[in-house]
């Protein structure tokens, strides 16, 4: 017997989310659909109505060995969007190099609408195969937070980088206004760890990661993450140098260090000393408008202390998406 429903017109994996701008000045859903094994989770009520909350899932708790997931997303203009998970994005083994668990993101940031994408970090398995692409296009008044982070496995079995291949890519266009209807590439950003080809004089992955166990990128990009990246560019500019030496006289250093500290100098002296004793290393540079943040450390919760305290001490996040949108980082 045939069934009386249409069939659905969605493939396994694929899903779909639409924001607008309701007239009350609130971001509301049009569409949230999705296909095993992607899960689209939103809360009944908001709240926080700074932004639409949703949750990006995998039925199982993880993706198996071919799984492919593909989610495209439209935030329309003036709403707001934020996208978090449940926990860590597990990805489990594949019996062969050629069993590639995929996961592409394709994303359009309408004028002065923004996305925020702060999620658990993934956690590739031992000998697991995994590819990751996100392809964010904003219109020139849009704006996006992305964070994209690795661990090292599952610590507590003794996984160190133990995966066999991992790609993550992202992408951020604009629109090119020299060509109508052309695009412009402002960043792509590609990280390869592969068993097999680890970097140069490393006699493996484990080793080239020299001792970190995990590994993130943050992309800020837009007007209304702008405070933001200015910050974290302000920060690492403050860094000590390598090499650098300090030459006051012995009076002027005892001086200066009698001398009250601002809340700012006092709070960033105190971060700077527990980067250094976790051993916590980061950059940011400004690459055509976008603020690229790159930071390693031995753990994740170490990982996970460091940014979600950078994030919280500049304000911006809470107060343009709402407190929800660090639940992952907390």
Known sequence: MESPFPKSSSAPGEGRLVVKLLPNGTSDLETISYQYPLKL????????????????????????????????????????????????????????RDIITRQTLAVQVAD??????????????????????????????????????VTQGRKARGENWSLTRWVGRNEVWVPDLARAHGERLLVRD????????????????????????????????GPLVKALGEFFLAEFAALPRLGARDFRSDEARQAADVE???????????????????GLLWSAANVRGCVVVKFGAPDVEAGRDWIGAMLMRQGSIAEIFGNQALMCVR
């Not at 809360?43 to 990006?56: D, G, H, I, Q």
């Not at 593909?70 to 994005?89: C, E, F, K």
Request: aromatic fraction near 6%; glycine fraction near 8%.
């Open 112 to 149: 002065g609408a923004a996305l925020c994408l702060l999620p658990d970090p993934v956690q590739p398995f031992e000998d697991s195969v995994y590819e990751q692409t996100q392809v964010f296009k904003l219109a020139m008044n849009g704006s996006l937070c992305l964070l994209d982070w």
């Open 41 to 96: 989770i939103t809360p009944s009520k908001a709240s926080e109505k700074e932004s639409v909350l949703v949750f990006l899932l995998s039925y199982g708790g993880g993706l198996i060995g071919g799984d492919s997931v593909h989610l495209s997303i439209d935030v329309q203009p003036n709403a707001r969007l934020t996208i978090v998970t449940q926990g860590h994005t597990k990805v489990f083994n594949s019996s062969s």
């Open 260 to 278: 009250e500290l601002s809340p700012l100098e006092k709070w960033r002296t105190e971060r700077i000393q527990t980067e250094k004793e976790k």
């Open 190 to 221: 590609t990280v390869i760890l592969d068993a097999e080809r680890p970097q140069s004089e490393m006699p493996g992955l484990r080793e080239s990661m020299s001792s970190m166990g995990i590994f993130g990128t943050l992309l800020l990009r």
